[in-house]
């Protein structure tokens, strides 16, 4: 059985699509900036978005969108402390941080955060020195030029087991729209399999993203939800395990129908291969 290790929680693969919320706990984020910058509000929504159906919770408070700029690891964990206080302990599914400082992590780690979610790739190894301390999940982003997708996450896993990490903490990230362009993120939507570590966790985050925005002619980003929902669905059906999403309640009901679907599918395939293998070997024992 295929899992996907974080912290005390293991989400077996191939089982459904898991939905990863976001939260944005930033004044900058591209779609929802300043939404959820106080403390009470983020908490509010955290339990909103469990509430709402995902199987993970994503805090993120830095935003990376195009032009970004860096704060200070301080900056992040003053805008993350309170919002972590609030629910540790409280939240039944698996909180995910999205940093790309060593000393973010280890401290969102002590206050109780289930996942690692850097969109840097782990290049700061810093990060896998603070992580194997610990059980909580790896997820790690391609966003790179000049090393093809799949090899930069072999090694990666080549890294991650020199460090004494449990390969089955790994989850991958195509990094949609991190040093792409346009058809770059096309392929990978349509092309999930040929990118995919088989073995391990792999995550899409296309939520209100460009490429969602290119191709319906450029509407604001909070107007981008069903080319969110439609995105999501295909890279579901493509493989993804994860979809990283903004509208949780929308993608939930989009996922229990294209899931149903595709297991029905699955059984109607199996059982056509069992009659076929039936009906072969009944006319060989009976030419």
Avoid at 225 to 249: C, E, F, T, Y
């Amino acid at each position: 059985m295929k899992i996907f290790k974080c912290g005390k929680y293991s989400l077996e693969l191939g089982k459904k699509t898991y939905i990863m919320g976001i939260l944005n706990v930033t004044p900058d984020s591209f779609s929802d900036g300043g939404k959820w910058l106080n403390a009470q509000k983020a908490i509010k929504r955290a339990f909103e978005i469990e509430k709402e159906g995902a199987n993970i919770l994503d805090i993120g408070a830095q935003s990376t969108r195009p032009g970004y700029t860096k704060i200070s690891p301080d900056e992040e964990l003053d805008r993350l402390f309170p919002v972590l206080e609030g629910i540790k302990r409280k939240l039944n599914i698996p909180i995910s941080i999205d940093t790309f400082y060593p000393k973010t992590a280890s401290e969102a780690l002590l206050m109780g955060a289930d996942i690692i979610n850097d969109v840097y790739g782990f290049e700061n190894e810093g990060m896998f020195e603070v992580c194997k301390g610990s059980d909580c999940g790896i997820i790690i982003t391609y966003g790179f030029e000049g090393i093809e997708m799949k090899n930069f996450f072999e090694n990666k896993l080549k890294k991650a087991a020199n460090f004494g990490i449990d390969l089955q903490r790994m989850c991958f990230d195509p990094g949609i729209g991190f040093s792409k362009n346009y058809q770059d993120d096309l392929d990978i939507i349509k092309n999930i399999k040929k990118y995919k570590i088989p073995q391990n966790a792999f995550l899409v985050g296309v939520s209100r993203k460009r490429v969602i925005g290119y191709t319906c002619g450029n509407p604001p980003a909070q107007d981008r939800v069903a080319g969110s929902l439609s995105a999501g669905v295909i890279a579901s059906i493509n493989g993804a395990d994860i979809l990283r999403v903004h509208d949780v309640k929308e993608t939930v009901q989009a996922l229990k129908i294209s899931d149903k679907i595709c297991k029905e599918r699955e059984k109607d395939i199996g059982q056509d291969s069992y009659q076929r293998a039936e009906c072969f070997s009944k006319t060989r024992s009976n030419p």
